[in-house]
């Protein structure tokens, strides 16, 4: 008996200095307050909404540089299509 006590007592003791040295208090801290949670959501929304937009700037960007490239190959049935997409996409840039 004494020695599963003993057992019991060093995992609990692991436990807890696991516990304290991944700073759990501190992050239940931060997920209690709902000021704290509004705050952090806010920021994230920010950044996901600002690289969602460089993001599809720069595949948009790509994918005209190569539609470009397709016109110059002068294919004929593709490359007219293609011409009409890319003047329409550089008539929305002026």
């Known amino acids: 008996m004494f020695k599963m006590k003993k057992v019991l007592n060093d995992n609990i003791e692991k436990l807890l200095y696991s516990l304290e040295k991944s700073n759990i208090e501190e992050i239940m801290n931060i997920l209690g307050s709902k000021k704290e949670i509004a705050k952090r959501n806010f920021i994230a929304g920010i950044f996901r909404g600002i690289g969602i937009g460089i993001g599809v700037t720069i595949i ?6 190569f539609l470009q490239k397709l016109v110059r190959l002068n294919l004929p049935i593709i490359g007219k ?6 003047e329409i996409v550089e008539g929305l840039n002026k």
Not at 60 to 65: D, F, Q, S
Request: net charge negative.
């Open 81 to 86: 299509y293609i011409y009409d997409i890319v």
């Open 60 to 65: 948009t960007a790509v994918i005209i540089y």
